[in-house]
């Protein structure tokens, strides 16, 4: 079994215990963006503004590793043509279940973001991709196939976590382990990870991850950054993801 393999089970798991990231909309949360009141996040606690997507009405829209029915379903009450690819069946099977409880088509397809895209050349005019790079050895080939898949003009939208998260311990008070952090390359973090039920997951500079869109082609346009929402980092103001915005 590789370690996407690994990942997608585990997240999977997570989804049946309640994980806040893999938690359907409701109806009335649905009707409030039909009725344009909406917000979707990349990172924990900013909703990324409005004017990032420019008009959605009529757009491609691709959600990259953005299964589970949250941002999805708001997309396509502000009227994009919507797909999305994620590699978990859980998720998968919340993202159509909210299609089918409010009555809007979505194209859903159970994928793997590390392997080549499946769509042809230009296909979408954006791409919504929240924090989950983390869960991926090498970013730079995902930021490829995105350049591959937009438009010209396309707008890539990305949620990243910056590392800090990988170097302390549950309570977020102890230094605990150096970057990077790569389980693939140290047996005992993986073995440590495996009884935590963390997936494998890895750390990724903002040289790495910024510098990969921009080796890709991309133009960035538009950053923030944000915390945890809660626990010892966030109580102390510091940030652990950042968002942002690139144009092909």
């Keep these: ?9 585990v997240i999977d798991g997570w989804c049946r215990d309640g994980w806040e990231w893999g938690k359907p909309i409701s109806h009335e ?8 009141q909406w917000g979707v996040y990349l990172t924990p606690t900013k909703i990324v503004p409005h004017e990032w997507f420019g008009e959605l009405r009529g757009k491609k829209l691709l959600g990259l590793a953005s299964g589970g029915g949250q941002q999805i379903p708001i997309f396509a009450a502000c009227g994009a043509c919507c797909t999305v690819l994620d590699y978990s069946e859980v998720q998968c099977e919340s993202e159509r279940m909210v299609a089918e409880r409010e009555g809007y088509s979505v194209e859903i397809i159970r994928g793997d973001m590390t392997k080549r895209l499946p769509f042809a050349d230009e296909s979408f005019d954006i791409i919504f991709h929240p924090v989950s790079n983390c869960y991926i050895e090498e970013v730079l080939p995902v930021f490829k196939e995105c350049w591959r ?6 707008i890539l939208l990305c949620g990243l976590d910056n590392g800090m998260n990988f170097i302390v311990d549950e309570t977020e008070t102890k230094i605990v382990h150096t970057l990077p ?9 993986y073995q440590e990870a495996m009884a935590r039920n963390e997936g494998v997951q890895f750390s990724h500079t903002m040289e790495e991850q910024i510098g990969c869109q921009l080796q890709a082609g991309f133009r960035l346009t538009h950053l923030y950054e944000d915390t945890n929402g809660v626990g010892n980092l966030h109580e102390h103001h510091i940030p652990s993801f950042i968002a942002t915005r690139a144009v092909k």
């Design 149 to 154: 898949v937009l438009k010209k003009g396309g």
């Design 1 to 9: 079994m590789d370690y996407q393999q690994i990942n997608s089970q």
């Design 181 to 189: 952090y790569n389980p693939l390359k140290d047996p005992a973090l």
């Design 29 to 36: 949360v649905y009707q409030n963006a039909l009725a344009g």
